[in-house]
């Protein structure tokens, strides 16, 4: 389990969630991406290309992140998610509330 | 299998990983067991942690398994007070769309193809099946 975040050249944080994004790591990913919130950065990407599972506490901290990026006039996109999280997004509607991307890259080109 | 996890948040992922991976292989499709049972497993410990026994690191969660060749049945057991099960609003209707909490026996009543609660409401019995 490893979260990584990179800046591209227009100034997006892309995040890497590598493993899974549950109950006992989701509070790890939710600083790092309040810290560079708080340094100034308004468009986040969180790339899942590399994720195996997410439970019902990494979505909500998916929905909390969402609200404060949106609160400090910034926005954050999903991308890279296979079939069965495409699913876990639809099925508890959150596909409705996320911008979701097949890939990072066009997550990127999205903003 | 048996194990006493830890009501500590931060054990949930090795717990599930222990699970799934000590399962026999054909047991269930790579995917399932990838996806749908870490999943399922770590709701439902994650409750029992949480909600259960207060992350009280003093107390644990009792899991066992059981597995033949087409199902396995996992048995996850706190020794709190139990809640109604009954009781947990949709976690999909407009109004609770944006709140952070509330969608974990939903998510499992969709990954796993059984649920049942023990009569006190501090056990669940996840049962995934082949194919």
Do not use: W
């Not at chain 1, 994004?21 to 939710?30: A, S, T």
């Not at chain 2, 770590?42 to 949480?50: C, S, T, Y």
């Not at chain 2, 048995?75 to 952070?100: A, C, K, M, S, W």
Request: net charge negative.
């Amino acid at each position: 389990m490893r979260f990584t975040l990179k800046k591209d050249k227009s100034g997006v944080v892309i995040v890497g969630v590598e493993g899974q994004l549950i109950v006992g790591n989701r509070q790890e990913l939710k600083q790092k991406i309040l810290d560079a919130l708080e340094e100034g950065s308004r468009k986040f990407v969180i790339d899942f290309s590399k994720t195996g599972y997410i439970d019902s506490s990494g979505l909500g901290v998916l929905v909390s992140l969402s609200k404060k990026i949106r609160e400090q006039g910034g926005e954050l996109r999903l991308a890279g998610l296979n079939a069965d999280l495409q699913t876990l997004f639809e099925l508890t509607k959150l596909d409705t509330l996320f911008a979701i991307s097949r890939t990072a890259e066009e997550a990127l080109a999205a903003f | 299998m048996k194990l006493d996890v830890p009501s500590d948040l931060g054990m949930v992922g090795d717990a599930v990983e222990l699970v799934a991976t000590h399962l026999p292989p054909g047991t269930l499709s790579p995917r399932r067991i990838s996806f749908n049972l870490r999943t399922a497993l770590a709701e439902a410990l994650g409750n029992a942690i949480r909600y259960g026994t207060g992350e009280n690191p003093a107390r644990s969660i009792r899991v066992s398994v059981e597995f033949g060749h087409d199902f396995v049945r996992i048995y996850v057991i706190d020794d709190g007070g139990g809640f109604d099960t009954t009781q947990v609003p949709d976690p999909t209707h407009p109004d609770n769309l944006e709140r952070e909490y509330g969608r974990g026996l939903f998510v499992i009543r969709h990954l796993v193809d059984e649920v049942a609660f023990n009569e006190k409401g501090n056990g669940i019995c996840l049962t995934l099946r082949a194919g």
